[in-house]
């Protein structure tokens, strides 16, 4: 795979110094470097909002090449460790230098654009399954080193991302069954170095990522006083469930840190509430679905309604909203800023998470068809009929097709590098966009 050169590499900035700490100009006026930092990180900013995150570079460019001592100050690491978090939203670097890391993240953007990728299927042995439900994989979960999969006997399977190799097999402790299907996994969430996941019967597990494979119970669900754990996710500082089964209790919000109850309340599922206990034991469509944001928010959803509250204070939703052309659930998806939904008339609209403002809207054309999709900062990837059609979502515009057809798909996840669908096939996808 060829990859074009970087703007920010043709501009003059290769090499490596102390930021320069002043510039004189002509009526020996001194400008300091913090404040030409700043400018640098507003034009970037504007860009971005204006013409799309891989614009940045150019600008960037064109700043450092007003003089020399601006060029200068495009060496301080300081700089491109505030231009990657304000750009690319990476908060920890993967990379020898944070301009590495910019110029790595800006490339791998160029690629899913260009729809330059790796494609891979991930392998266990399926003789290690002893029922036939630990073949169907319910939900999938990317970090940057692993894709953790959760399946519907209660196991999840973690693959490193670099090797595509399995690296570990963690399971629940066993209980009284609910049903066949309560100890599926509803979702998964990795914060380094350990993996928490639930179950549909609300227990929630804690395992350690190189450790043993049987996980520590932080929480014993309750499924007569909650209903079916439908949907979880998190983030390092909090853990959202979606509940349906009983009125009331739609959303339980832990602390991450303490494991312990923070809230519940809403009454999002309570018209699903009948269908919530079917989930226990026979497979229904998707009641519902909750994803966090960067925002220290959570989006939750159902074919009726969606609503945005800030895990810091969840008792009042930040929107509260019913959607009358009815949703699909399984095309909400967020990214660190905005999340998207198709409504069943095939109708994509982007928004942004903490003021609802609308980014972008386009015709899917997927109408009255279920679609699967997943998001990063900058592509909506959706699945229908087993084609994968990728869209940037900064304008609406379609880009193209995933040249491999993964028939019907039960879960995709997507970050700013892989995305990883599970088939019903029992095949797991990966794509890696990453810049080589």
Known sequence: MTLKKDPISLSGVGDFGAPSLTRRRANNEIWPGP???????????????SFGRLAVAAALANVFQVCSTWQ???????????LTTVIWGRTHRMHASWREEYVYRH?????????????????????????????????????????????????????????????GTFHPHHRDRFGRFSRAVSGIVITDPRIIFATLDGDIHV????????ARTAHLGNVVNDGALVD?????????????????RALHVWDGNTEELAYVNTNLTDP???????????????????????????????????????????????????WRRGLTVTSLDTNSEAFIMVDNHGLAIVRRVDTLEEVCRFNTRQG???????TNLGYALMCAAGVVRVWEIEHGQHLYSLNQNVEEVNAMVADDRHVAAAGSDTRIHLWDFGAQ
């Open 35 to 49: 404040f030409v930092e700043d400018l640098v990180v507003q034009v970037a900013i504007d860009a971005s909002r």
């Open 72 to 82: 200068a100050v495009s060496r301080s690491d300081p700089l491109w460790h505030r």
């Open 107 to 167: 490339q791998t953007a160029q690629n899913f654009r260009a729809g330059r990728s790796f494609y891979h299927t991930l392998h266990f042995d399926p003789a290690s399954v002893d029922n036939p439900d630990g073949l169907t994989c319910r939900c999938l979960t990317l970090s940057d080193t692993h894709l953790a999969c959760g399946f519907a006997d209660g196991t999840v399977r973690l693959f490193d991302l670099s090797t595509r190799q399995l690296v």
């Open 207 to 214: 395992a350690i990522i190189d450790g043993e494979p049987l």
């Open 232 to 248: 979880f996710t998190g983030c390092g500082r909090w853990w959202v469930g979606l509940y349906a089964g009983v009125p009331g």
């Open 272 to 322: 699903e509430a009948v269908r919530g206990w079917y989930t226990l034991t026979e497979l229904t469509e998707t009641i519902g679905r909750v994803r966090v944001t960067g925002q220290e928010s959570a989006v939750a959803c159902t074919s009726l309604r969606y609503m945005v509250v800030d895990l810091r204070n969840p008792e009042f939703p930040l929107h509260d909203r019913e």
């Open 368 to 374: 009255n068809v279920n679609v699967m999709v997943c």
